[in-house]
C-alpha cells in the first residue's frame, strides 16, 4: 500500500534527502520519495504504519513536521504510475560519459597513433572532477543521501563529506599523470568499496535515489550505477597492470 504525507521544514535537496533517509529507517517502509516543491513524502509500506510511528522518525529533527493529507491513499502500487523513459531518467550521466569520452578519445589519439593509457587517464581526470563537482555543490545533500546505501557512511556519517573531496584528489591526481601506480591504487580500493553498498541496494531492490551526482539530479540506484563503479575499477585495473 501508498499512502501520501505532508512534510513541513523541508528547505532545499539536503533536507529532501534527510527526510527520505530517516522515513526508509522505519520499519515495514518499502520506498520513500519526496516532493520538495509540494512537500509531500510518498511511501510504499510492506503493511500499514501508525502516522504516529512515522512521526516518531523526526524526534531528533523537530524542524520536519509530518502531517496525514486527505485522501491518504494515493495507489495500491507505484508500478501503476507514469514513470520516465530510461533515455530520460539517465540523460544527464549519459551526456557527461559521452563529453569525457569524445575529450579522452580527442587528447589520446595523435600522429595516427591512439595511445590506450592516455585514453583512460583523461577518461578518469574527467570523471572524477566532474562527478566530485557535482557532489560538493550540495555537500550535506550529497552525505546525506550517500549514508542511506553506502558500507562506510552508515556507520561514519562523515564519510560523504570526505569521499567528494577524495574524489575531486583522484581527479587532480589522474589529470597531473601525478603518482599513477598510486592513484590507480587508491581507486580500485576507494571504489571497491563504494561498488559493495551499492550491489546491496540493487540486489536488494530498494528504490532509493543514487548519490553519483549528488542532490543535484534525482538518478535511481541501478545497474547503471554499478557500471559506472565498476568501470573505474576496471580501467585502474588494466592501468596498474600495462605499467
Known sequence: MTHAYKVTGMTCTGCQSKVQAL????TNVK???IDLSAGVATIEMDQHI???TLKEAFKDYPQYQLFETEPI???STLDDAPTASWLTTYKPIL????????ISIIVAYSANEFRT?????VFMAGFFLTFSFFKILDLKGFAESYAM??????????????YAFIELGLGIAFAMNFQPLA????????????????????MNKRAIKCACLGAVFNLPMSTVTIIEDALMIGMSTIMIVMM
Do not use: C, H, P
Request: charged letters at 10%.
Open 117 to 121: 593509457m592516455e585514453a583512460m587517464r
Open 183 to 202: 592513484t590507480n591504487i587508491i581507486t580500485v580500493v576507494v571504489m571497491g568499496v563504494s561498488i559493495i553498498g551499492v550491489l546491496q541496494s540493487v
Open 149 to 162: 546505501y553506502d558500507v562506510v557512511a552508515k556507520k561514519w556519517s562523515g564519510w560523504g563529506y570526505v
Open 23 to 26: 522515513l526508509s529507517k522505519v
Open 31 to 33: 520506498n520513500v520519495t
Open 95 to 102: 551526456l557527461i560519459f559521452a563529453y569525457i569520452s569524445a
Open 73 to 75: 491513499v494515493v495507489a
Open 50 to 52: 501508525q502516522t504516529n
